[in-house]
């Protein structure tokens, strides 16, 4: 009897779930949740080329070099790249006596400490070094940054859905909020009165909220001075330290597209060579097939002695 009641009073459970999910169901289809402000306004990465982008990928020295530079100016003063070393700068085409003197010259000096005190302190960098981080730690980032934390630059690329063309989305994305209208044609503050960016914040539709604590970090042509003599207008800086970052995410990305390559053409080469040494060793064989079963002569032979000695008929 307890079964019983037991089956039913699940039975009834069952059911009260299976009511509500159809119930929400059909109320969320009917009545669905209000769009956001951040559905609605929310930008996704532009369509940019990158020299890196695709199998055949490589890397434009002389861009990488433009964004390494614009990396060092612009954006060393607030964000670290603490899983790259100097001396992978001569991937770069920098030569050792120069990525040295970009070491010793590097404007935030390593921490160490003082041998003779024992007390904190401070050197040049070294060619074995990875970069310094602006802060001491992360109290310090935050407490310079209106309590917003600089994220590491050395993954970013990597980290973030659209790469490269995310990084130059943002940087290039700064937009005045007062206005502002999306593809649909709607106002943002119209649509959203309440999403207005607060103060020490700066509107980008490129970024996930819709709000972002850092400044514009390019503001104007002509910001940095290009050694190459290219003209430093800020989509062509954009492009360029998107570039950079991309290195810094993936420095070995030339030598695995090629690594690949040649993988691929070895296994295409033996999978030819395994054929052709199938068609050549089995090509003239034979396949023997012999007869099995009642239909076998030799069998219906031995059955028919059998029913001999028997006496069967048949």
Request: aromatic fraction near 10%.
């Amino acid at each position: 009897m307890v079964r019983i009641i037991g089956f039913f009073i699940g039975l009834g459970f069952v059911g009260v779930l299976l009511l509500s999910l159809i119930v929400n169901g059909v109320d969320s289809i009917k009545n669905p949740p209000p769009a956001t402000a951040e559905e609605e306004f929310h930008l996704g990465a532009k369509d940019v080329r990158f020299a890196s982008d695709g199998a055949f990928g490589r890397f434009d020295r002389e861009q990488v070099q433009r964004g390494f530079q614009i990396y060092k100016e612009v954006c060393s003063a607030c964000h670290s790249l603490k899983y790259v070393s100097f001396y992978q700068l001569k991937d770069l085409g920098y030569n050792e006596a120069e990525v040295k003197a970009i070491a010793n010259q590097w404007a935030i000096e390593v921490p160490t400490v003082n041998p003779e005190t024992g007390e904190p302190s401070t050197r040049k960098a070294l060619i074995s070094d990875r970069f310094p981080s602006p802060y001491a730690n992360e109290t310090a980032a935050r407490a310079a940054n209106n309590n917003a934390l600089p994220p590491d630059l050395s993954l970013i690329t990597e980290s973030r859905e659209g790469g490269a063309h995310y990084v130059y989305s943002l940087l290039t994305g700064y937009r005045n909020q007062q206005g502002y209208r999306n593809a649909k044609g709607q106002e943002l503050l119209k649509e959203f009165p309440d999403v207005k960016t607060p103060a020490g914040l700066h509107f980008n539709p490129y970024f996930a909220n819709l709000n972002i604590a850092m400044p514009p970090p390019l503001t104007s042509d002509g910001q940095v001075t290009f050694a190459d003599g290219t003209k430093s207008t800020v989509d062509q800086m954009a492009k360029d330290v998107s570039a950079f970052l991309v290195w810094t995410a993936e420095p070995t990305l030339e030598n695995r597209h090629r690594a690949g390559w040649v993988t691929m053409l070895f296994l295409l080469t033996a999978t030819v060579l395994a054929y052709l040494a199938y068609r050549n060793l089995w090509a003239n064989a034979k396949r023997e097939v012999s007869v099995r079963g009642p239909l076998e002569p030799a069998f219906r032979e031995r059955m028919n002695e059998q029913k001999a000695e028997r006496g069967i008929a048949g």
